[in-house]
């Protein structure tokens, strides 16, 4: 039995499967905020399947300390955690980044999940979470590189902090116009613009890709995109999967 961990800078997501499951087949998944780590034990304890988990693959970019209490948390389950770490290649996926380690893992693992639900297409991957990643990948398999900006939610916050006269505003469920005639819809429509932007240009420089949407945000981002997509949700739990026959 497998668990796969996914640590984002805001939440950490989990999946339990079979050995020899599908990627994204799985037993039981689901997600707690930081501050709610400790939660994971009674979580992961409520599916019986837990007791026979034998390997954990943790994808970590939200550092050390988090990284500390995961080890933690699975050295009750008696399993030792296996890092996923980028790779120049790995599972068909050939990695391009100048420095192929240091590009983010779960960005790695996300391009990966994708490229297993939708082989041999050239992609663009969209992740909006605390920051949105937009990254992409050849017909033929190679991770080209990509964007990162922030995201949804730190724009709206740095407004709020950095400004005197802006209010906070939140990201609701209805788009508001291009040109709003209030100021909370304008910071709203002019974050969602930027977000929509960058995914649009990376769409616009490689013809043909299908759009993957993920993430935490993806759902207030979706309606202000003005090309097709396909929402996947927890993608670098599938790309986790996807890498797991890869790993001793």
């Not at 790695?108 to 639900?117: D, E, N, P, Q, V």
């Not at 709206?156 to 802006?166: M, P, R």
């Not at 993430?215 to 890498?243: C, E, F, K, S, T």
Request: proline share 6%; net charge negative.
């Amino acid at each position: 039995m497998l668990l796969l961990v996914d640590a984002g800078n805001t939440r950490v997501k989990w999946a339990i499967a079979h050995d020899e499951a599908a990627p994204g087949d799985w037993i039981a998944h689901g997600a707690v905020a930081h501050a709610d780590l400790e939660t994971l034990r009674d979580a992961w304890a409520s599916h019986g399947a837990v007791h026979e988990v034998t390997r954990a693959i943790v994808s970590n970019v939200a550092g050390a300390a988090l990284g500390e209490r995961l080890a933690h948390l699975l050295a009750l389950l008696q399993v030792a955690p296996t890092p996923f770490v980028s790779r120049p290649e790995l599972a068909g996926l050939r990695n391009r980044y100048r420095e192929p380690a240091r590009l983010g893992a779960d960005r790695f693992a996300a391009a990966l999940g994708a490229r297993t639900l939708a082989p041999a297409r050239a992609l663009v991957v969209a992740t909006c979470g605390t920051a949105t990643t937009v990254d992409a990948v050849t017909a033929d398999g190679e991770f080209a590189g990509g964007m990162i900006l922030p995201g949804l939610g730190l724009m709206l916050g740095a407004l709020a902090k950095n400004t005197a006269q802006l209010p906070q505003v939140a990201a609701g469920a209805t788009l508001p116009p291009a040109f709003a005639d209030n100021t909370r819809d304008a910071i709203l429509s002019g974050c969602l613009a930027a977000q929509a932007g960058a995914i649009e240009r990376a769409c616009a420089a490689l013809p043909d890709a299908l759009c993957i949407l993920s993430g935490g945000a993806a759902a207030q981002v979706a309606p202000a995109l003005g090309v097709p997509y396909r929402m996947l949700d927890n993608i670098v739990l599938v790309g986790l999967h996807a890498a797991t026959p890869h790993f001793n």
